[in-house]
């Protein structure tokens, strides 16, 4: 696949999943079963989220427990492989 068409793919997604208060743990799971049917997951964090962190760091910690790969940050948002 083309960094244009992945690109393009990536920004047609729509956030699939939430962080909220209660963190990246719960999530987690969800986000490798949904990465079980598709390429991609965009996930979008909640300002209660981030409780004094960045979008950047919950992103990587929810990577790491779902065994997953971040490919991009974008504001609150996260989109995993």
Known sequence: ??????RQRIHNLDATLRVGKNGVEPVAD?????LDDRDFVKVKFLRSALGGTTTDDEAGRL?????TT???TRGHTAVFE
């Open 1 to 6: 696949m083309s960094n244009d068409n992945r």
């Open 70 to 72: 971040l490919v991009e």
């Open 30 to 34: 969800e986000l490798s079963k949904q």
């Open 63 to 67: 990577a790491d427990l779902a065994g």
